[in-house]
């Protein structure tokens, strides 16, 4: 093969690379301060601090207090986590769940089997942007409504979810209900990259994951609101006041709230930044490339996530030219790209199979400069301009 | 650095520089097979000629595909496979000679590559009806 000058990375919703000021926070605590933060003698003690400083870090960032920060391994334990654990927790009460119709697998698989343990789930459509339909939202509330699980920000298409609306109305509605209807958000693709405040935004529970924000992977969290009653799927030890319990993976967690401050603090310069390369390069491919289409919205998408599909072609061949010419994005999700199946989000908000297959996803992090773009749409030009040759679906 | 990624080194030659792609203008039988639903859809032009024995050969072939890696690199090796064989010895092609030429084909995948054999038989099956067709005509004229 070919050997090439270029090796570009635009798939930063699938995994980053680690900051390296958060690995160099890490390291200490592989070796040296090993402990367990469980045990009593000063090398848990020193373990223990560390886990309590993380804890106190990543709070502040969510406007959290520090004692409703669990941490888990990943976001699809989080996930598992808030479903499962209200679920079990509130069935007396209800058993009912709202979630909208593109939910990572993390939640909907969950709630299938949840249905399979007796509960009922309602899936809250979108319209053609992915945004989630506010009042069928309202409408779905049942007397035996327990929770409602509503993504922050989709992880294919970046439509940013009107969190603090539904917050807002929940908190309305819950004042005048006996038993509150929780309210859970997924913000695995939107923590650490737009701002969270969980009090502002009425959040009782929310996810969020290291390694999507330049974090080690193995480590993720769940907030969990004072007063909330949950149901531990883990049990043992009791760490993580109960709720999770495992040793806990202390290198990790000192990474992961290394990360998230660095990118609190990077955040306003990152969105202004990203925004700009992002709006640059979907105006680049729409004006450039014919019978190119936008998936998701305009504006109200996460400030790294471009999703396009070029008519005539499939994604995953396009992936792969781009691959060679050292190029790396991915088709709809990274988890469903040995999947068959089209994006179930593309076709929630109303695409046909055949468009969905012609989808791919780009996206953007704060190693991404103006050079790459320009090096993608050029790649991107090409690309398509090939695989249309093969097509038999392509006409000049 | 080396682009690596899940397909065979096969696969990735055929997929890169894949050969008799287009469209033939003057063709003696087409397959079009799959559907975009699914997301593989592989048209399939052939010409026939004879050889020196007499045989009908598949004189050229041509290919347009819209689909994944496998389902391209699958068509440009089918196309590759059967210019200048007979008829008779083309129809023998199976699934198993195809996914032996590509190297390893991920199990979810290997169902790409029954596309091109698909179009083969409607190709000749095309061909075969047009010759009927132009037979019985040639009859009811003489």
């Known amino acids: 093969m070919k050997k090439l000058s270029k090796n570009l990375y635009f798939d930063y919703a699938s995994t980053t690379p680690v900051d390296k000021k958060a690995l160099k926070a890490m390291l200490p605590y592989f070796s040296e301060k090993f402990g367990n933060s469980s045990s009593l003698h000063s090398f848990g003690h020193e373990a223990k601090k560390a886990l309590d400083q993380s804890r106190k870090i990543i709070a502040k960032t969510l406007n959290a207090k520090p004692n409703e920060i669990i941490f888990t391994s ?155 009653k949950i149901e531990p799927i883990l049990h043992g030890g009791e760490h993580e006041f109960g709720v999770r319990s495992s040793t806990v993976n202390i290198p990790a967690i000192v990474g992961f709230a290394k990360a998230a401050e660095i990118c609190q603090n990077e955040m306003e310069k990152e969105i202004t930044r990203q925004i700009k390369l992002r709006d640059k390069l979907i105006k680049e491919i729409l004006t450039t490339i014919p019978s190119s289409h936008l998936n998701g919205h305009s504006k109200n998408r996460l400030p790294n996530n471009i999703n396009v599909r070029f008519d005539g072609i499939e994604g995953e061949a396009l992936s792969m030219k781009l691959n060679e010419l050292g190029i790396a994005i991915s088709t709809a999700s990274a988890c469903a790209s040995l999947n068959l199946e089209p994006s179930h989000v593309l076709i929630n908000c109303g695409l046909r199979a055949e468009q969905s297959h012609s989808a791919i996803r780009i996206t953007i992090g704060k190693f991404t400069r103006k050079k790459d773009i320009k090096y993608l749409i050029k790649s991107l030009q090409k690309a398509v301009g090939e695989l249309r040759k093969i097509s038999p679906f392509w006409k000049k | 650095m080396k682009q690596k990624n899940i397909y065979s080194k096969q696969i990735m030659n055929y997929f890169s520089h894949p050969k008799n792609v ?121």
């Open chain 2, 22 to 142: 287009g469209v033939m203008k003057k063709y003696d039988g087409v397959g079009k097979v799959g559907n975009p639903v699914c997301g593989d859809v592989l048209w399939l032009y052939i010409k026939v000629g004879k050889n020196k024995k007499g045989e009908e050969i598949i004189a050229d072939a041509k290919f347009q595909t819209l689909g994944c890696v496998v389902a391209i690199a699958n068509s440009s090796l089918l196309t590759e496979l059967i210019i200048g064989k007979p008829i008779k010895e083309v129809e023998k092609i199976t699934q198993e000679d195809l996914i032996k030429k590509l190297g390893k084909v991920p199990p979810i995948k290997i169902h790409c590559s029954f596309l091109a054999l698909d179009a083969l038989k409607e190709a000749i099956n095309d061909y075969q009806n047009k010759k009927t067709k132009n037979n019985r005509r040639a009859v009811r004229r003489s």
């Open chain 1, 74 to 228: 990943s976001a699809t334990e989080s996930n598992n986590l808030a479903l499962k654990g209200i679920a079990f927790a509130n069935k007396k009460r209800g058993k009912h769940i709202i979630i909208s119709s593109i939910e990572h697998p993390s939640i909907i698989e969950t709630t299938k089997w949840l249905q399979g343990q007796g509960f009922k789930i309602t899936q809250i459509p979108v319209d053609t942007y992915g945004e989630i339909n506010l009042n069928k939202l309202q409408k779905t509330i049942k007397k035996d409504t327990i929770l409602v699980s509503i993504m922050h920000a989709n992880n294919e298409i970046g439509t940013i979810e009107p969190i603090q609306k539904i917050g807002k109305f929940l908190k309305a509605k819950n004042s005048k209900l006996k038993d509150k209807i929780y309210f859970h958000t997924d913000a695995a693709q939107s923590f650490g990259k737009i701002p969270i405040d969980v009090k502002k935004m009425n959040i009782d529970l929310l996810t969020a994951s290291s390694h999507k924000i330049y974090g080690p992977k193995g480590a993720a969290l769940l907030y969990i609101k004072e007063g909330t």
